[in-house]
């Protein structure tokens, strides 16, 4: 989701505050590359490298964009999602 919210500026420092933003919580570098890589292995996303900069000493940022199959995965866990909350706001209303 962070990918397809950046956009244009999906690489790895704002994808990692993305996530920490919208969830609280704090995301490890490697375990956020070690995601990224296997989601790519899965063909859900690609990636590619843009030009090096010297502002990073001459390293190119790794890119990351949503595949058409990336896309159809989370499209389903979202319907999936909005089914299993169906009828919960009710059930947490009285807890």
């Known amino acids: 989701m962070a990918i397809l919210r950046l956009a244009r500026e999906a690489y790895g420092v704002p994808?990692?505050?993305?996530?920490?933003?919208?969830?609280?919580?704090?995301?490890?570098?490697?375990?956020?590359?070690?995601?990224?890589?296997?989601?790519e292995a899965k063909g859900y996303i690609s990636s590619w490298l843009g030009d090096p900069t010297p502002e990073r000493g001459g390293r190119a940022k790794r890119y990351f964009q949503?595949?058409?199959?990336?896309?159809?995965?989370?499209?389903e866990a979202n319907r999936v999602w909005r089914r299993m909350?169906?009828?919960?706001?009710?059930i947490l209303d009285v807890v």
């Open 15 to 39: 994808i990692r505050k993305e996530i920490e933003e919208r969830t609280g919580k704090e995301v490890t570098i490697g375990a956020l590359y070690t995601t990224l890589d296997r989601l």
């Open 85 to 90: 909350r169906e009828g919960l706001e009710q």
């Open 66 to 75: 949503l595949e058409g199959l990336g896309e159809k995965v989370l499209k």
